[in-house]
């Protein structure tokens, strides 16, 4: 694994150098781990390149030093989906239905969640990105929801992901409803766990049919917001414009910033 690492940090920092002059945003997007490689889906890639940013995948880290340190060379963060979040990380024993988690990757990504908190750089999680970030500014987690909350709809699609599965009612308030111009969609969706207690500063603004958070944003505190499905999807397989418009935010966002 260090030796893994130790390349990838190598090569990170190469590309990074190379886009040293870059005027476009550089988004860098978390990933999972499996079988000594990396694992990313393109639909992320190709949402942030759509948007107008530059993506960049990070690896993991270990030490908030190392966070900081790509942290420093990127404008925006996404948070991607991926396995459980270990219930240790807010507080709380595993529960039967706990799926897999990989603790690894939980401090990788809490590293870098707190890296670019500290440097006021834009964050969007997405689908267990969401879950994360909401455990790293202080909230918990349902660790499984059909043993958690009752009455629920089916949250774990069979059908691609291009495809909504349920819907979701936004908060006319919202960020998100500023820029999805609805206050009612259908996503899709892959998940069992989802936000219970929503961290300080942060505030719901999407939910399902049965409760179930589906949105968070910490505007105007922090400029973090998170979304419980895969718009990533729906812009890289469907080009849809709406969806669009949740990346074109992320990289307006940080564009804002480089120009301070």
Same mark, same amino acid.
């Given at each position: ?39 990313? !889906? ?32 990127? @404008? ?27 603790? @690894?990757?939980? !401090? ?25 970030? =909401? ?10 929801? /059909? ?23 936004? @908060? ?13 969609? !259908?996503? =899709? ?28 944003? /910490? ?17 890289? @397989? ?9 990346? !074109? ?12």
């Amino acid at each position: 694994m260090k030796k893994t690492f130790l390349t990838s940090l190598l090569m990170t920092l190469c590309c990074l150098a190379a886009m040293a002059q870059a005027t476009k945003p550089i988004v860098g997007i978390t990933t999972g781990f499996s079988n000594s490689m990396y694992t990313l !889906r393109y639909t992320y890639i190709e949402s942030v390149k759509q948007a107008g940013g530059i993506p960049l995948i990070l690896p993991f880290v270990n030490e908030a030093s190392e966070a900081a340190e790509f942290v420093a060379r990127i @404008d925006a963060l996404i948070v991607s989906g991926g396995a459980d979040v270990d219930p240790v990380e807010y507080g709380e024993e595993p529960e039967r239905a706990l799926g897999g988690v990989d603790p @690894d990757r939980d !401090r990788a990504e809490l590293l870098f969640i707190e890296a670019a908190k500290q440097a006021g750089k834009p964050i969007l999680g997405i689908c267990r990105g969401h879950q994360i970030v =909401n455990v790293a500014f202080g909230g918990s987690l349902i660790q499984d929801i /059909g043993s958690g909350v009752r009455g629920s709809i089916k949250h774990g699609q069979s059908q691609p992901g291009k495809y909504a599965s349920h819907s979701i009612k936004i @908060d006319q308030s919202s960020h998100l409803y500023s820029l999805l111009k609805h206050d009612s969609v !259908r996503v =899709n969706s892959f998940h069992h766990q989802a936000v219970k207690q929503v961290a300080p500063g942060f505030k719901v603004v999407a939910t399902a049919p049965d409760g179930v958070v589906e949105a968070i944003e /910490g505007f105007p505190t922090y400029d973090v917001n998170g979304v419980q499905f895969h718009p990533e999807y729906f812009v890289a @397989d469907n080009k849809d414009p709406m969806w669009l418009n949740l990346f !074109r935010d992320l990289v307006e966002r940080a564009a804002k910033k480089m120009k301070r």
